[in-house]
């Protein structure tokens, strides 16, 4: 397996409306990065003096940035944008990754509300201590110890009179 041939670095700029809503963004080619910041050209908003797509310099420090190598073998740096109110502003892929559930397929129900059967018992606990831990399993418990010295004594009551 050789390594990556080609490095290239994207910017993924996303627009953010003025109520706070993310827009269809665009990916942009190109990128540079500097000791101090990124400089991006968008070339959908033009410089009013050379007539060329305007260059913004974006300050990335704590950011950092998605690496993927492409079909090509070829390494992608992309950097994440927002445009809002006219300006650009660099996010960190590290954040979307800490703010991501980890379980993706929630329970559709509570499994205690279930019942107990689909709730697996605490190691802790043996099946006879959580049958005692309520009156009605003392009950039970009770009823069952009473039953079978009624029926042993039955059984030797009558092995004793042959």
Same mark, same amino acid.
């Given at each position: *397996?050789?390594?990556?041939? %080609?490095?290239?670095?994207?910017?993924?700029?996303?627009? +953010?409306?003025?109520?706070?809503?993310?827009?269809?963004?665009?990916?942009?080619?190109?990128?540079?990065?500097?000791?101090?910041?990124?400089?991006?050209?968008? &070339?959908?908003? *033009?410089?009013?003096?050379?007539?060329? @797509?305007?260059?913004?310099? +974006? %300050?990335?420090?704590?950011?950092? @940035?998605?690496?993927?190598?492409? =079909? =090509? /073998? $070829?390494?992608?740096?992309?950097?994440?944008?927002?445009?809002?109110?006219?300006?650009?502003?660099?996010?960190?892929?590290?954040?979307?990754? $800490?703010?991501? /559930?980890?379980?993706?397929? &929630?329970?559709?129900?509570? &499994?205690?509300?279930?019942?107990?059967?689909?709730?697996? *018992?605490?190691?802790? /606990?043996?099946?006879?201590?959580?049958?005692? $831990?309520?009156?009605?399993?003392?009950?039970?418990?009770?009823? %069952?110890?009473?039953?079978?010295?009624? *029926?042993?004594?039955?059984?030797?009551? !009558?092995?004793? !009179?042959?």
């Amino acid at each position: *397996m050789e390594g990556p041939i %080609a490095e290239q670095n994207l910017g993924i700029v996303l627009k +953010v409306d003025e109520n706070g809503t993310l827009q269809v963004g665009k990916l942009l080619s190109g990128v540079k990065q500097t000791d101090k910041d990124l400089l991006i050209t968008d &070339p959908d908003i *033009m410089d009013g003096q050379t007539g060329l @797509p305007k260059e913004f310099h +974006v %300050a990335y420090e704590d950011i950092v @940035p998605a690496q993927v190598i492409d =079909a =090509a /073998r $070829s390494l992608i740096t992309l950097w994440l944008f927002l445009y809002r109110k006219g300006e650009y502003v660099a996010c960190s892929f590290a954040s979307i990754v $800490s703010q991501t /559930r980890i379980r993706f397929d &929630p329970l559709p129900a509570d &499994p205690r509300d279930v019942g107990g059967h689909y709730v697996p *018992m605490p190691y802790s /606990r043996s099946g006879l201590t959580q049958l005692l $831990s309520s009156n009605t399993g003392k009950f039970l418990v009770i009823g %069952a110890c009473i039953s079978l010295g009624i *029926m042993f004594g039955l059984i030797l009551g !009558h092995v004793t !009179h042959f």
